[in-house]
T-cell receptor, first 112, second 114 residues
Framework: LAKTTQPISMDSYEGQEVNITCSHN???????ITWYQQFPSQGPRFIIQ???TKVTNEVASLFIPADRKSSTLSLPRVSLSDTAVYYC?????????????FGTGTRLQVFP | EAQVTQNPRYLITVTGKKLTVTCSQN?????MSWYRQDPGLGLRQIYY???????DKGDVPEGYKVSRKEKRNFPLILESPSPNQTSLYFC?????????????FGPGTRLTVT
């Protein structure tokens, strides 16, 4: 099961693009990569999922290089409400296990 | 409304007094999990279940038990709680259909063991 490593914290200003990178050196061939957002005292909320290359949805983009040993969550034009903790998560897509390791997350602070 | 519910939301108890935290989901999800969250340690998986009567250990299973007798329910049992189990607990569920591994989390249960 791949362990993930992220920066502990990041600061940004409203309107800027934020890129949070996650390292997962031991990712297996069939593992998927997901990102979650968590506000204080709430459960995490799914943002995006990918396996390779680039995925984009209405709130974020996920960039995954060919070797898949890292991934980058990109938040375009952040606002104050994007202040939260962001978790990168690698999971087994084959269905052999649902054991998941969240890691400590990246605390994003957005300033006015 | 599709949701995961947990009860109770807050609980203060004493060392050694058995307790159960209930978790229920109304989305017919196959997979369910329990996590604990502690300051500086992020979310750590306690147990997970991939189907009725199928459960397995997560990262930190010591001191906890679970059962999955029905698809919608996944209670967390602390047979003899200790102060180091004081934490914020989350239940989550997800489906295996559709290729998107999105977990839906409950609102959390804040447990204090004195």
């Amino acid at each position: 099961l791949a362990k993930t490593t992220q920066p502990i914290s990041m600061d940004s200003y409203e309107g800027q693009e934020v890129n949070i990178t996650c390292s997962h050196n031991n990712i297996a061939t069939n593992d998927y990569i997901t990102w979650y957002q968590q506000f204080p005292s709430q459960g995490p909320r799914f943002i995006i999922q990918g396996y390779k290359t680039k995925v984009t949805n209405e709130v974020a983009s996920l960039f995954i290089p060919a070797d898949r040993k890292s991934s980058t969550l990109s938040l375009p034009r952040v606002s104050l409400s994007d202040t939260a903790v962001y978790y990168c998560l690698v999971g087994d897509s084959v269905g052999n296990t649902d054991k998941l390791i969240f890691g400590t997350g990246t605390r994003l602070q957005v300033f006015p | 409304e599709a949701q995961v519910t947990q009860n109770p939301r807050y609980l203060i108890t004493v060392t050694g007094k058995k307790l159960t935290v209930t978790c229920s989901q109304n989305m017919n999800h196959e997979y369910m999990s329990w996590y604990r969250q502690d300051p500086g340690l992020g979310l750590r998986q306690i147990y997970y279940s991939m189907n009725v009567e199928v459960t397995d250990k997560g990262d930190v299973p010591e001191g906890y038990k679970v059962s999955r007798k029905e698809k919608r329910n996944f209670p967390l049992i602390l047979e003899s709680p200790s102060p180091n189990q004081t934490s914020l607990y989350f239940c989550a569920s997800r489906t295996v259909a559709g290729g998107i591994n999105e977990q839906y989390f409950g609102p959390g249960t804040r447990l204090t063991v004195t």
